[in-house]
């Protein structure tokens, strides 16, 4: 039998050489459908591929270089090899493959990575997406506060096909700034920090739905400088552009080759969904009065919602 430790995540069964603890265990007797190997990795690997200032990318492989952590290869949608940088921690490690590195394996599995947390309701799956600071992180947390159940904090897996969009759920564990902390008074809660270098950490949920599900809708979070909160339909012409711009390291698609199956992806997921931008007013919002708008606008009562 393969050693492990095994892990559940993104619906797939993953092996790997660095502890996860984030993570859901997988089946140890079940077959590995992708695994993470701590290897030294060739100094030339891809020097004749696509190049960016971090990464070199061909169809089907694509090396990214965190800098004074890592580099990670990611190859086939089966493996992410990590040779660790001298003096990286084990938590600087996961981080990045947490992030960077299983967004470009999703990509090579067939799984858009949507920078999206995301929460289930009786009809479907909610992701929202926004620019960084929108308040995401916040929103997720007030949902939860107001008994929502999780899917995913940050990158929320969407596989599009004849049947519509389906949310691949991550794990159950909200990555929060310590200003979200403090707005959602969960200074005093177990945590764990992301990296040493970032003032961000991982709390635990207990509402975590780990099962595939429908996507119902995509929120748009922007904030105004307005005293209200705001909701209005995202429009049919604008719909690709915004989600478009919330794929998950989305420039590793034209490294990969995939730009055109990524574009089909978005344009079939705005089809298929409705979508709505909320606005977060930059004073006054908290956490329970965003969670009430959005929970108000699709009529989300926890209490019937799936919890797992």
């Not at 701590?38 to 990464?55: T, V």
């Not at 707005?183 to 780990?210: C, S």
């Not at 307005?226 to 690709?240: C, D, E, K, L």
């Not at 909320?278 to 006054?284: A, E, H, N, T, V």
Request: hydrophobic share 50%; with cysteine; net charge neutral.
């Amino acid at each position: 039998m393969t050693a492990g430790p095994f892990y559940s995540h993104y619906g797939f069964n993953l092996r790997s050489d660095l502890a996860l603890p984030h993570l859901l265990p997988g089946d140890p007797a079940a077959p590995v459908d992708a695994e993470i190997r701590l290897a030294p990795i060739a100094a030339d690997r891809l020097d004749e591929a696509l190049h960016f200032r971090n990464w070199r990318a061909e169809p089907g492989e694509i090396l990214f270089q965190a800098f004074g952590i890592c580099r990670l290869l990611i190859a086939g949608g089966r493996s992410i090899t990590v040779e660790r940088e001298a003096g990286a921690t084990d938590a600087a490690l996961v981080s990045i493959i947490l992030g960077t590195g299983v967004s470009a394996l999703l990509m090579q599995r067939g799984i858009l990575p949507m920078h999206a947390c995301s929460i289930a309701s009786d009809t479907g799956a909610i992701l929202v997406i926004g620019r960084s600071g929108a308040g995401k992180s916040t929103l997720l947390g007030g949902l939860m506060a107001a008994g929502c159940t999780m899917l995913a904090d940050d990158v929320t897996g969407v596989v599009v096909g004849d049947a519509g969009a389906t949310a691949i759920p991550a794990f159950p564990a909200m990555r929060l700034w310590t200003d979200s902390l403090s707005l959602l008074g969960k200074d005093a809660d177990d945590k764990v920090q992301v990296r040493e270098d970032i003032e961000k950490y991982y709390v635990g949920v207990d509402r975590f739905h780990g099962h595939p599900m429908p996507v119902r809708a995509v929120v748009l979070l922007q904030g105004h400088n307005g005293a209200a909160i705001t909701s209005r339909p995202v429009a049919m012409a604008n719909r690709v552009e915004a989600l478009a711009r919330y794929v998950h390291r989305k420039n590793f698609l034209r490294g990969l080759g995939l730009q055109r199956w990524g574009f089909d992806a978005v344009v079939r997921l705005a089809q298929s969904v409705d979508m709505v931008a909320i606005g977060r007013p930059m004073l006054g919002a908290t956490p329970a009065s965003m969670a009430a708008a959005v929970m108000d606008h699709f009529g989300i009562d926890p209490a019937l919602e799936p919890a797992a």
